[in-house]
Structure formats: structure tokens, C-alpha cells
């Protein structure tokens, strides 16, 4: 049973920082894909960025690009989101999510439909 657990949200100015993180546990294959996705009132769910836990590919929302930074601790089972130079328009709801099983090579895994786990979110207030 995949379980995706966040903390790290609050509220910060603009101009600030935060870092979520996301423990995730009963994954037991080491190569998987695992994204951060944010929902604002009345807005659909975006992907902010994704990681590849076996290869360490990366991929970031544009919005995100020299801003945010997305690693993971195998060891802990952790993925972290740095978000740096945080602006108004970030605030949202954040969500951790895992593609367990695998997607098929060609899914976009900046789409939320692509992962089959979430966890329950964490919000971040930039004022």
C-alpha cells in the first residue's frame, strides 16, 4: 500500500522560501516517477516538477524554472521541493504524488493523470 505523506507548507512573503517534503512508503522498486503538483480556487491541478527516482530525470513547469528545486533522499524514501523566490501567484494547494506501477514510456509526466498515488496536500500562502 503506497502511502505519500506532505508537510513543509505555510505562509511566507514574497521573496521568501520553503522547502516541502514527502515521505513516501510501500514502494518497494527503487525506479520510479515521482512529481509535486499544485491547485489553486478554481484552477486545475499543474505539475510543478517531477523526478525519476531510478535515473534522476528531472522535469520542471516553466513557471518553477530557476526557482524551485526538486531532490530526493532514497535512503529516507523523502522527496523535497525547495521553493525559492516565492511569488503571490505560487500559492496553492501542494500535492506529492508516485506513477506505481510504472507508466507507459510515452505518459506525460507532468500530467496528473499519470500517477495512481497522492498525498493529502499541503498549502502554501505567499503573500
Known amino acids: 500500500h503506497v502511502q505519500l505523506v506532505e508537510s513543509g507548507g505555510g505562509s511566507v512573503q514574497a521573496g521568501g522560501s520553503l522547502r516541502l517534503s514527502c515521505a513516501a512508503s510501500?514502494?518497494?522498486?527503487?525506479?520510479?516517477?515521482m512529481g509535486w503538483f499544485r491547485q489553486a480556487p478554481g484552477k486545475v491541478r499543474e505539475g510543478v516538477a517531477s523526478l525519476h527516482t531510478g535515473g534522476g530525470s528531472i522535469v520542471y513547469a516553466d513557471s518553477v524554472k530557476g526557482r524551485f528545486t526538486v531532490s530526493r533522499d532514497n535512503a529516507k524514501n523523502t522527496l523535497y521541493l525547495q521553493m525559492n523566490s516565492l511569488k503571490a501567484e505560487d500559492t496553492a494547494m501542494y500535492y506529492c504524488?508516485?506513477?506505481?506501477?510504472?507508466?507507459?514510456?510515452?505518459?506525460?509526466?507532468?500530467?496528473?493523470?499519470?500517477?495512481?498515488?497522492w498525498g493529502q496536500g499541503t498549502q502554501v500562502t505567499v503573500s
Open positions: 510501500g514502494v518497494t522498486y527503487s525506479g520510479y516517477w
Open positions: 504524488a508516485a506513477a506505481w506501477p510504472a507508466p507507459p514510456y510515452w505518459a506525460n509526466v507532468m500530467a496528473a493523470g499519470t500517477y495512481t498515488h
